[in-house]
Nanobody, 115 residues
Framework: QVQLVESGGGLVRARGSLTLSCVAS????????IGWSRQAPGKQRGVIAH???????DYADSVKGRFTISRDNTKNTVYLQMNDLKPEDTAVYYC?????????WGQGTQVTVSS
């Protein structure tokens, strides 16, 4: 079982920035994939950014150019730098970790963007 703890959410104005952090209970370098997803009220959860074990990164079109995912394996932490935030980015943001043992999720952190 991999434990994931997100932090860094909050209330921000449109065009502002936030950085989310996710600390894993084991080495992030052991993940096949580690990333972020989000779920807005009344909508399904969707992946917005991830890093694969080879270091390649991918983003959902809705956040490309505004969000940046990174990881620090020495701290077992993955980050999501979010710039130029929009009201439609309001959601609960979840970190996830994929390995041969399964998919593990954090508890989520709320991000609210006011117009």
């Amino acid at each position: 079982q991999v434990q994931l703890v997100e932090s860094g959410g909050g209330l921000v104005r449109a065009r502002g920035s936030l950085t989310l952090s996710c600390v894993a209970s084991e080495s992030t370098s052991s993940a096949d994939v580690i990333g972020w997803s989000r779920q807005a009220p009344g909508k399904q959860r969707g992946v917005i950014a991830h890093i694969e074990d080879n270091g390649s990164r991918d983003y959902a079109d809705s956040v490309k150019g505004r969000f940046t995912i990174s990881r620090d394996n020495t701290k077992n932490t993955v980050y999501l730098q979010m710039n130029d935030l929009k009201p439609e980015d309001t959601a609960v943001y979840y970190c996830y970790f994929v390995s041969s043992r399964g998919i593990f999720w954090g508890q989520g952190t709320q991000v609210t963007v006011s117009s």
